[in-house]
């Protein structure tokens, strides 16, 4: 299936805010924070993401701490799905899997609870940003530990220069926007 309507991804682009040298000189940030607050465009977006998923019959949407926070809970209501978050460590009370990953430059860790996925169900992972891939990446492994169904995962922007999508072969990987770097 295709993004939604070129001209609402168009429009939706129009909407983030470019912002040069942040956070360091020579980057130039893409600050979705004008999208959200626009009226029609965060609908928009969420309407976007819903038709890509809505005839794949997702139980769950995982969404990555912070940003798939905002994004997540939205696309499972309008899948009529459950939404599990995906946290960095020591933020969840309840038994937890912990997942060490490998990042360029370190490693980093997530964690979600132990029951929030049952085996078979199938899901989407959420966030708002694609770059290197290896967050979602190791939250799609984390994921498939427990006996999920990966039936995609969702991203509103993608850097398509930092090659993410290659780190996560094998998987639907929808972005709405896509930026060079």
Same mark, same amino acid.
């Given at each position: 299936?295709?993004?939604?309507?070129?001209?609402?991804? !168009?429009?939706?682009?129009?909407?983030?805010?470019?912002?040069?040298?942040?956070?360091?000189?020579?980057?130039?940030?893409?600050?979705?924070?004008?999208?959200?607050?626009?009226?029609?465009?965060?609908?928009?977006?969420?309407?976007?993401?819903?038709?890509?998923?809505?005839?794949?019959?997702? !139980?769950?949407?995982?969404?990555?701490?912070?940003?798939?926070?905002?994004?997540?809970?939205?696309?499972?209501?309008?899948?009529?799905?459950?939404?599990?978050?995906?946290?960095?460590?020591?933020?969840?009370?309840?038994?937890?899997?912990?997942?060490?990953?490998?990042?360029?430059?370190?490693?980093?860790?997530?964690?979600?609870?132990?029951?929030?996925?049952?085996?078979?169900?199938?899901?989407?992972?959420?966030?708002?940003?694609?770059?290197?891939?290896?967050?979602?990446?190791?939250?799609?492994?984390?994921? %498939?530990?427990?006996?999920?169904?990966?039936?995609?995962?969702?991203?509103?922007?993608?850097?398509?220069?930092?090659?993410?999508?290659? %780190?996560? %072969?094998?998987?639907?990987?929808?972005?709405?926007?896509?930026?060079?770097?």
């Amino acid at each position: 299936m295709q993004p939604h309507k070129s001209h609402n991804c !168009d429009d939706l682009k129009k909407l983030i805010r470019e912002v040069p040298d942040f956070p360091k000189p020579g980057i130039l940030f893409y600050d979705i924070t004008t999208l959200l607050k626009d009226q029609l465009g965060f609908a928009r977006l969420i309407d976007a993401l819903t038709e890509h998923y809505i005839d794949k019959h997702i !139980d769950l949407v995982m969404g990555i701490e912070a940003r798939g926070f905002i994004f997540g809970p939205a696309l499972a209501y309008r899948l009529n799905a459950g939404f599990v978050p995906v946290r960095k460590p020591k933020k969840l009370p309840a038994e937890v899997l912990q997942w060490k990953y490998e990042l360029e430059y370190g490693h980093d860790t997530l964690e979600v609870h132990k029951d929030s996925i049952e085996p078979g169900q199938r899901i989407v992972i959420c966030d708002d940003l694609l770059a290197t891939g290896g967050t979602a990446r190791a939250t799609a492994e984390m994921a %498939k530990s427990l006996g999920a169904e990966i039936c995609g995962l969702g991203f509103v922007v993608e850097l398509d220069g930092l090659k993410g999508r290659d %780190k996560l %072969k094998g998987y639907d990987v929808f972005s709405l926007l896509h930026y060079e770097m």
